[in-house]
Nanobody, 123 residues
Framework: QVQLVESGGGSVQSGGSLRLSCAAS????????MGWFRQAPGKEREGVAA???????NYADSVKGRFTISQDNAKNTLYLQMNSLKPEDTAMYYC?????????????????WGQGTQVTVSS
């Protein structure tokens, strides 16, 4: 059974940075498609970034050039480096695994989810 645990969220001012981590266990990490999603109150969950087992990445237009997804296969950990944060980036951020399609930013194409970590950006 896949288990995902996110960490690294917090409160920052506009323009600041945060790095989210997602520790994964319960499966062969390197063979899974993984991604980061976020959900703000009253809004649908949206894809932020995804990464293939070979390291290829895909980003939502809203975060391109500011966010970087990466993975450390030796540590079974997924990361999301977030720079130049904006108030509109405020949301609960979720790690997702067991994706059905490489590079997907569609939430229902993932079968495993973490509990989420809150990111709040103030102006």
């Amino acid at each position: 059974q896949v288990q995902l645990v996110e960490s690294g969220g917090g409160s920052v001012q506009s323009g600041g940075s945060l790095r989210l981590s997602c520790a994964a266990s319960g499966y062969t990490y390197s063979s899974y498609y993984m991604g980061w999603f976020r959900q703000a109150p009253g809004k649908e969950r949206e894809g932020v970034a995804a990464i293939d087992s070979d390291g290829s990445t895909n980003y939502a237009d809203s975060v391109k050039g500011r966010f970087t997804i990466s993975q450390d296969n030796a540590k079974n950990t997924l990361y999301l480096q977030m720079n130049s944060l904006k108030p509109e980036d405020t949301a609960m951020y979720y790690c997702a695994a067991d994706g059905l399609v490489a590079g997907s930013l569609i939430y229902y194409e993932y079968n495993a989810w973490g509990q989420g970590t809150q990111v709040t950006v103030s102006s």
